[in-house]
């Protein structure tokens, strides 16, 4: 079995000593572990130690991990972030499919994390994973905000403007889009809620996720409604979302 190699970056020695035992004791395959503590020394041990996986602390005394990521070129490593109350970047984490841990943390959950990053050493899709984190990460928003679906086999670059409704199959998202075929996520439907709801996506019936700007009619023939949306597709209103759905019509469609 190849070692895998893993940088530990945090600012501070008890979390990364905590993170290495975790490692040690609750991680599955054969690990050689580094660790740096801020920007500067995780820039210099990233290029000498060369590593496989990267676990990086947002916040660190001498700037942030997004800080030292724009300062690596074209890497080459699978990055797990690693945060403590962070809400707009683990936002950000989400709209890139980037692995992330919440301190403290979970043994289980960095176990789980490290196994897929595991998976996915030999891809380099990372690179523009990494650009659409920075562009959720910077005050300027970007022409075209794309969200990245990753799964086991592939990775999806979907723009914002190009998915039309989400729809929930279980345990299941299906994302229907303006061109090519529908998409099946292994996440339920409230996972995409919590990201897409800022973009201008309502949730209209329990099964159901709305990309505003694709709506064409609003029908009100039967108690709570319906929308027609782009490429003809009718979709639900349930009844206990008809007031907020109309109220939403009115003030923005």
């Known amino acids: 079995m190849n070692l895998v190699k893993i940088l530990i970056i945090d600012n501070e020695p008890d979390i990364r000593e905590i993170l290495k035992q975790m490692i040690i004791k609750w991680a599955s395959g054969s690990y050689i572990i580094d660790e740096a503590n801020g920007v500067a020394s995780g820039l210099a041990k990233i290029n000498s130690f060369k590593p496989d996986i990267v676990m990086l602390d947002v916040e660190m005394d001498d700037g942030t991990g997004f800080d030292l990521l724009q300062k690596v070129k074209e890497p080459s490593f699978q990055l797990i972030f690693t945060t403590a109350h962070n809400k707009y970047a683990v936002r950000a984490f989400k709209f890139s499919a ?49 969200i990245v679906l990753k799964d086991a086999e592939k990775t999806y670059f979907v723009k914002l403007s190009e998915i039309i409704f989400c729809n929930a ?23 995409y809620e919590e990201i897409l709801a800022p973009e201008g996506f309502i949730r209209t019936h329990h099964s159901c996720l709305v990309n505003s700007t694709k709506i064409k009619i609003y029908d009100r023939k039967n108690d709570s409604g319906t929308l027609m949306v782009e490429g003809g597709h009718i979709l639900p209103i349930s009844q206990r979302k008809k007031d907020f759905v109309v109220q939403f019509l009115e003030n923005g469609f």
């Open 98 to 146: 980037i692995e992330y841990l919440m301190k403290p943390v979970d043994p289980i959950e960095l176990s789980s994390c490290l196994e897929k990053a595991t998976q996915f050493i030999a891809r380099t899709i990372f690179q523009r994973q990494l650009e659409v984190l920075m562009e959720q990460t910077t005050e300027k928003r970007p022409k075209e905000p794309q």
């Open 169 to 191: 199959h279980g345990a299941y998202t299906k994302f229907y889009l303006t061109k090519g075929e529908p998409i099946f996520m292994s996440r339920n439907l409230g996972a």
